[in-house]
């Protein structure tokens, strides 16, 4: 008389292949809409956020991938090795948590890595915060006159490291009212940030309140993720822009001051002043964006910015 087969854990394990992958990412499936998860990864300095929002979106993937390769394996001890039926599913249902979750060990599905992958490089903005708040339109500015000291005006030109007295000598060849003192800081001749002329081109061009100098430039998601999207310093490259922008009115310049060197910016705000760095993102319900406001394609933000992790 034939010995009945006896069905054993190992047996099954034994049937497994050495890796499953439970989560095919297509080349299409991106991060591109997740701008808010992103804003808030950088907001929170952690990768948190970004876990939740693509595990939250696996796991019933997962989950169905793993109750299939479980269920081919029940029909290979039963077809392949003539094992009773009644039997097979009984042992699969009194171990289904063990058979799973060593199909789970076995997965070598890296989605989150496929994702970041597949990001394009996000526009964003590096805003300059000042104790004298922002710059309005060069209408409204220019009423009482342009001043040096004590000005958002003034923290401009010393951001771009331009020479006070060339500015005031431009502006008043120029038929603007100026007052106060522009100290003559010849150490800065030749190591301006952009022109004086594209400079003057972003000041009169500018046609609302609540500006502030805005640097732009597109990151990798990659590149965030890798520095836990905790950041000290970016590095904006030559030839990028940067101008008088409004989040708040959805206005502002032209932004075409062009960099003539790659300019290192550290992101911290003391006392009100300093640097922030945000997305440019256009689905936004707090903010308004470059790309919404201007109409501009990501080719208008120029090269990639450089990352300095905190």
Not at 117 to 145: A, F, H
Not at 253 to 267: G, H, I, P
Request: include cysteine; glycine fraction near 6%.
């Amino acid at each position: 008389m034939e010995e009945k087969k006896t069905l054993t854990m190992d047996f099954v394990k034994s049937l497994m292949e050495p890796s499953y992958t439970l989560v095919w990412v297509d080349y299409n499936d991106n991060l591109d809409n997740c701008r808010d998860t992103i804003q808030k990864c950088l907001e929170e300095r952690s990768c948190e956020s970004l876990w939740e929002k693509v595990d939250g979106g696996i796991h019933e993937a997962e989950w169905e991938a793993a109750r299939t390769i479980a269920t081919e394996l029940l029909d290979e001890c039963i077809t392949c090795y003539g094992f009773d039926e009644e039997a097979v599913e009984q042992f699969f249902n009194e171990h289904e948590d063990e058979i799973s979750e060593e199909i789970y060990n076995r997965n070598d599905s890296d989605t989150l890595k496929e994702l970041l992958k597949n990001t394009d490089d996000i526009p964003v903005r590096v805003e300059m915060l000042s104790n004298y708040d922002c710059i309005n339109s060069n209408w409204l500015e220019s009423q009482e006159g342009y001043r040096y000291k004590e000005s958002y005006f003034g923290d401009m030109i010393d951001a771009l490291n331009l020479n006070p007295a060339r500015v005031k000598r431009m502006l008043v060849e120029k038929g603007y009212t100026v007052y106060g003192r522009f100290p003559d800081k010849k150490y800065r001749d030749g190591k301006e940030q952009v022109s004086y002329e594209q400079f003057y081109q972003e000041l009169i061009n500018s046609c609302c309140g609540a500006n502030l100098l805005t640097y732009i430039g597109k990151v990798s998601l990659q590149e965030l993720y890798d520095a836990g999207f905790s950041l000290k310093e970016v590095i904006i490259p030559k030839g990028n822009c940067c101008g008088i922008f409004s989040s708040m009115y959805g206005g502002g310049s032209l932004l075409e001051m062009e960099l003539k060197k790659d300019v290192r910016l550290k992101l911290e705000v003391r006392d009100y002043h300093g640097f922030r760095f945000r997305l440019d993102n256009e689905r936004s319900e707090y903010e308004c964006s470059i790309k919404h406001v201007y109409g501009v394609c990501d080719s208008f933000f120029g090269e990639r910015i450089g990352l300095v992790a905190s």
